[in-house]
């Protein structure tokens, strides 16, 4: 079963960045679609920005023009180049891979089947 390792988050001032970077066990990410969730307390988990095989990107509209997803196949890495980050944003971030993906737009809401999740890396944005 593949494992995703997520990684990258900490604690930054508003307009600061992260880069989070989620590792997979398996050579996936050619084959997958690949997502970047998160969720702050009392709030519904909410997708951040997804890609799938061919690479076409999504982004939630509160993220757009500030987030990049991106992935790396050989290395099996996908990653969320965070910038200008605002206290909004403060969240437990996770990765997801799902192998069957069709309804892009299920997938990336946060609402769809998932294979795996990484275990969530915590994003601190301070004003």
């Known amino acids: 079963q593949v494992q995703l390792m997520d990684s990258g988050g900490g604690s930054v001032q508003a307009g600061g960045t992260l880069r989070l970077s989620c590792v997979a066990s398996?050579?996936?990410?050619?084959?997958?679609?690949m997502g970047w969730f998160r969720k702050a307390p009392e709030t519904k988990r909410e997708g951040v920005a997804a890609i799938d095989r061919d690479g076409t990107m999504a982004y939630a509209d509160s993220v757009k023009g500030r987030f990049t997803i991106s992935k790396d196949n050989a290395k099996n890495t996908l990653y969320l180049q965070m910038n200008s980050l605002k206290p909004e944003d403060t969240a437990l971030y996770y990765c997801?891979?799902?192998?069957?993906?069709?309804?892009?737009?299920?997938?990336?809401?946060?609402?769809?089947?998932?294979?795996?999740w990484g275990r969530g890396t915590k994003v601190t944005v301070s004003s």
């Open positions: 997801a891979a799902a192998s069957s993906c069709d309804d892009f737009d299920e997938f990336r809401s946060g609402l769809g089947s998932y294979d795996a």
């Open positions: 398996e050579n996936i990410l050619s084959t997958y679609c």
